[in-house]
C-alpha cells in the first residue's frame, strides 16, 4: 500500500530559529502534496497544496513567507517554519496523492509535533 | 464556503454499535472519507465512499450517505476498546478542482469496557 514517511515526529526549537519537516512518498509518485496544521482537539487545517515542479498554493490567512513548501521531486516536499515563534507550535501533518482527479487517495505522514521555547 | 460538521464526542460500552455522523455542505462532492486518528499519530484512512452510493460495508464498518439531506454515517459493529479515538469525515472539494480535502471537526469515540 502507498506510505509517506513524516519527519521528523517531534521537535523542540528556540524562538527565532527555523524548522524544516519533510514529507516523502516512499512507493509512489506523489504529484500533490497537502499540509495541514492540527491545533489540540480540533480538526486538519489545511495550510497549502504543493505540485510537484511548481509554486504552492497557499490557503488564505497562512503566511507563505513563513511557511515555506518545496516539493521538488515527485517524492519529497518539505515545509519550512522560518523563525519559529511559540504559537507556530502545533501539530503538522501531510498528505500525499497521485493526482486530484477521480480518487486516486490521500495517504498522509504520522505528523511532527513542533514546539517553539 | 464548503462545511463539515460533526457531533464531538460518542461514548459507548464495548460490543455495541457506534454511529459516528456527519453533514456537508457541497453538493458537487465526488468522495467522502472517513479517518481515525489515535493520539500523537498522524490519520489513518478507513473507508471512502463515492457520491453515487447509498452505502458502503467493510467487514464491521457500514458508511451510509444521504446526499439529498448531505448526511454521511459510520457505524462500527462490535464497537472494541481499541477503536477508541477520534474519527474525521472529509469531502473531497471538487469546486475548487484542487483535490484538497474539507475535514469536519472529528469526534472522539469513547468506548468503555
Known amino acids: 500500500g502507498a506510505v509517506v514517511s513524516q519527519h521528523p515526529s517531534w521537535v523542540i526549537c528556540k524562538s527565532g530559529t527555523s524548522v524544516k519537516i519533510e514529507c516523502r512518498s516512499l512507493d509512489f509518485q506523489a504529484t500533490t502534496m497537502f499540509w495541514y496544521r492540527q491545533f489540540p482537539k480540533q480538526s486538519l487545517m489545511l495550510m497549502a497544496t504543493s505540485n510537484e515542479g511548481s509554486k504552492a498554493t497557499y490557503e488564505q490567512g497562512v503566511e507563505k513567507d513563513k511557511f515555506l513548501i518545496n516539493h521538488a521531486s515527485l517524492t519529497l516536499s518539505t515545509l519550512t517554519v522560518t523563525s519559529a515563534h511559540p504559537e507556530d507550535s502545533s501539530f503538522y501533518i501531510c498528505?500525499?496523492?497521485?493526482?486530484?482527479?477521480?480518487?486516486?487517495?490521500?495517504?498522509f505522514g504520522s505528523g511532527t509535533r513542533l514546539t517553539v521555547v | 464556503g464548503e462545511d463539515v460538521e460533526q457531533s464531538l464526542f460518542l461514548s459507548v460500552r464495548e460490543g455495541d454499535s457506534s454511529v459516528i455522523n456527519c453533514t456537508y455542505t457541497d453538493s458537487s462532492s465526488t468522495y467522502l472519507y472517513w479517518y481515525k486518528q489515535e493520539p500523537g499519530a498522524g490519520l489513518q484512512l478507513l473507508t471512502y465512499?463515492?457520491?453515487?452510493?447509498d452505502m458502503k460495508q467493510d467487514q464491521r464498518l457500514t458508511v451510509l450517505l444521504n446526499k439529498k439531506d448531505k448526511h454521511l454515517s459510520l457505524r462500527i459493529a462490535d464497537t472494541q476498546t481499541g477503536d477508541s479515538a477520534i474519527y474525521f469525515c472529509a469531502e473531497k472539494y471538487d469546486s475548487s478542482n484542487t483535490g484538497k480535502l474539507i475535514f469536519g471537526q472529528g469526534t472522539t469515540l469513547q468506548v468503555k469496557p
Open positions: 498528505s500525499a496523492s497521485k493526482g486530484i482527479g477521480n480518487n486516486y487517495g490521500y495517504t
Open positions: 465512499i463515492f457520491s453515487n452510493m
